[in-house]
């Protein structure tokens, strides 16, 4: 066995940037092969703090730690346009934008400008080429990129095999077939002829199984509750309003049974029981679906899409004064979990999610797999204005959690709510479309499929300075707000 690694006299703390590189995780196989190059070719000795996401680079120069250090930032940063992580800059561009804005936008990428995220790169493009790209962008692309981006908050690659399964297994529970054995399951994932990037050693159930799930479809060990199974007539599915509250470890789904009117005018909202589910930790390129760039904490109150954090009036510090997660002895049992009323009366903060799901089951395993339609709306503040958006994704659950929390239910009752939420449910009782069920899911499917693999037919671009000359239309450098 060999002894102890020589730590040099120089070391430097690198904390990981918890938006565009890899999350530092000493369990991710990929990550630490990196780290083990950069020992092996620096000469240092590099330690791996999951827990606070930083790494610790041991030197015997400092020309050594600083030269680890920058080799540790160049491996581990996620390639733009990739099989890996959306950029910043596009999840986060401004709404209204004009031409020096827009070339300022592709400017912010070093290796050439991407507009429509196409993982292939490119030569320069000349004024017309890029007049024709401002156009497009001027006339929808950009609108629909967003709202794609929003809807389903995760990478190109991910979107495509997301949606390939989703589409498939949708095509199977039509044809009656909701229950599967590990082979024949194998079956419907080769059927979707994509590899994944993606390594994740957690293995769940069949062990080939979850590994070929979870590298061919990013699909996260995030245990969703079931709201909806196949029960019959297509009809009888409809969305359930739901309460949920997520924190780095743990996310709470509650369900909405009721709102009553009270005499002092304020809407009490009936809760039913809590049902959740613990939170792995996997790679931030995945992790961007639920977190919040600016902080290293999963707290924001949603479900596969991103309450703008300006618009949230509390941070995770509150949420855990106002949460109580008390653990049980055995460690295999959901901790109990309380939602301090203290925390809704004083915050005015809510969000509410109309979620529609189709279960399949897996033979001879405590694991299903759910495709779940999403319908979200979010308010918050005084002039709460309202946020609708949706979106569609796979996951592996275990059914078993959900009887548990429920017998263990300590949400029940009546909570009285600062902010009278009365005007949100009309919008819940709205159908998902034309409509409802199967056909609307699909057709979503099919449109976010149509948008990201023509991402792919749109032709690579690098925006040079002298594209759009500083004297040519002045007027429309529009503001970022």
Aim: proline letters at 5%; glycine letters at 8%; hydrophobic letters at 40%.
């Amino acid at each position: 066995m060999a002894g102890p690694r020589q730590k040099g006299p120089i070391q430097v703390t690198l904390l990981m940037a918890s938006f565009g590189y890899k999350e530092a995780d000493p369990d991710d196989m990929e990550f630490m092969t990196i780290i083990r190059q950069i020992e092996t070719e620096n000469a240092v000795v590099v330690e791996v703090d999951g827990e606070n996401n930083w790494v610790d680079i041991y030197a015997s120069t400092k020309d050594n730690a600083t030269n680890a250090m920058d080799r540790v930032r160049a491996a581990l940063k996620l390639e733009v346009g990739g099989a890996k992580v959306w950029h910043p800059s596009v999840l986060m561009a401004p709404v209204t934008v004009g031409k020096k804005g827009f070339m300022a936008l592709l400017a912010q990428m070093p290796d050439g400008a991407r507009p429509y995220m196409s993982p292939k790169a490119g030569p320069a493009t000349n004024n017309a080429e890029f007049n024709q790209l401002y156009a497009k962008w001027q006339t929808g692309f950009r609108e629909k990129l967003f709202q794609a981006v929003k809807q389903i908050r995760s990478t190109p690659s991910e979107m495509r095999m997301r949606v390939q399964l989703g589409t498939l297994l949708l095509q199977e529970w039509k044809k009656n077939v909701t229950e599967y054995t590990y082979g024949e399951l194998e079956n419907v994932i080769k059927r979707l002829g994509i590899r994944g990037t993606f390594s994740f050693s957690q293995m769940l159930g069949n062990a080939q199984l979850a590994h070929n799930l979870l590298t061919k479809i990013y699909a996260s060990p995030s245990y969703f509750e079931p709201v909806g199974t196949r029960i019959g007539k297509l009809e009888q599915i409809k969305p359930k309003h739901t309460l949920i509250l997520t924190t780095s470890g743990l996310k709470v789904e509650t369900e909405v049974i009721s709102v009553q009117d009270t005499d002092s005018g304020k809407a009490m909202l009936r809760l039913g029981a809590a049902k959740g589910y613990r939170r792995e930790r996997r790679s931030r390129a995945v992790e961007i679906a639920t977190s919040c760039p600016e902080h290293k904490y999963d707290w924001n109150l949603a479900v596969r899409t991103q309450v703008p954090v300006a618009s949230l009036p509390f941070s995770h510090i509150d949420i855990t004064n106002h949460s109580k997660f008390t653990r049980r002895p055995d460690p295999c049992e959901f901790p109990d979990v309380r939602m301090q009323q203290e925390f809704v009366r004083t915050f005015q903060v809510e969000q509410i999610t109309g979620k529609t799901s189709w279960v399949f089951t897996i033979k001879g395993s405590s694991y299903a797999i759910e495709v779940a339609l999403y319908n979200v709306i979010a308010a918050a503040g005084d002039d709460a204005g309202k946020l609708e958006e949706g979106g569609c994704g796979v996951d592996f659950f275990r059914p078993g959690w959900d009887d548990l929390l429920t017998a263990r239910s300590v949400a029940a009752g009546v909570r009285e709510l600062s902010e009278d939420c009365r005007e949100l449910f009309p919008f819940l009782e709205k159908k998902l479309g034309d409509q409802d069920g199967v056909e609307a899911l699909a057709r979503r499917i099919a449109e976010v499929h149509n948008l990201v693999s023509g991402m792919d037919d749109k032709p690579p671009v690098r925006i040079a300075e002298s594209v759009v000359p500083e004297t040519e239309e002045e007027d429309l450098l529009l503001s970022w707000d």
